[in-house]
T-cell receptor
């Protein structure tokens, strides 16, 4: 298996632009997580999907952030409009229920 | 809210030394605890997962222990090598949740 796949790996955009991050989980995993990593706050959960259904989005910073999982093999995290404080590394992770979480390589987002 | 603390924040040791990384958590009602490794600019690699009913897990030169009652875990690395240089992250899943609650990590440097 190729592991969790994320794209793009790096994204540089200007404030106010829309940003879409993509994730392909490991086949057969029914849980998908989006995390954000910053120097100040470390790694924090943004949203959790189980069987493609959003279960907990309490970590989503504000309405500018949205996430979807249209099927078991694809998820997106969208920021619209983006702001400089959104600059961070965004990780997608997947797991079989209640087991080890496997992380993707991350997307490094820079908002100018 | 589960708080996870890792001590020390940074550690430098000469090659060949055995070392211990510490992790503490405030809520002892955990589902499991996971240790990760993160190389600069990379994603997270799962090293060991300890279920709440377990006391320790071993993989090669790594041994992780769990003491739920005291809210502590340790990661023991035997015969350290320069290739072990990375940031080591501890994360717990509480019984009431599913998301990983991360510590800020210990940055390890093993010098030749």
């Amino acid at each position: 298996d190729a592991g969790v796949i994320q794209s793009p790996r790096h994204e540089v955009t200007e404030m106010g632009q829309e940003v879409t991050l993509r994730c392909k989980p490991i086949s057969g995993h029914n849980s998908l997580f989006w995390y954000r990593q910053t120097m100040m706050r470390g790694l924090e959960l943004l949203i959790y999907f189980n069987n493609n259904v959003p279960i907990d989005d309490s970590g989503m910073p504000e309405d500018r952030f949205s996430a979807k999982m249209p099927n078991a093999s694809f998820s997106t995290l969208k920021i619209q409009p983006s702001e400089p404080r959104d600059s961070a590394v965004y990780f997608c992770a997947s797991s079989p229920m209640g087991d080890t979480q496997y992380f993707g390589p991350g997307t490094r987002l820079t908002v100018l | 809210k589960q708080e996870v603390t890792q001590i020390p924040a940074a550690l430098s040791v000469p090659e060949g030394e055995n070392l211990v990384l510490n992790c503490s958590f405030t809520d002892s009602a955990i589902y499991n605890l996971q240790w990760f490794r993160q190389d600069p600019g990379k994603g997270l690699t799962s090293l060991l997962l300890i279920q709440s009913s377990q006391r320790e897990q071993t993989s090669g030169r790594l041994n992780a222990s769990l003491d739920k009652s005291s809210g502590r875990s340790t990661l023991y690395i035997a015969a350290s090598q320069p290739g072990d240089s990375a940031t080591y992250l501890c994360a717990v899943v509480t019984n009431s949740g599913y998301a990983l609650n991360f510590g800020k990590g210990t940055s390890l440097l093993v010098t030749p």
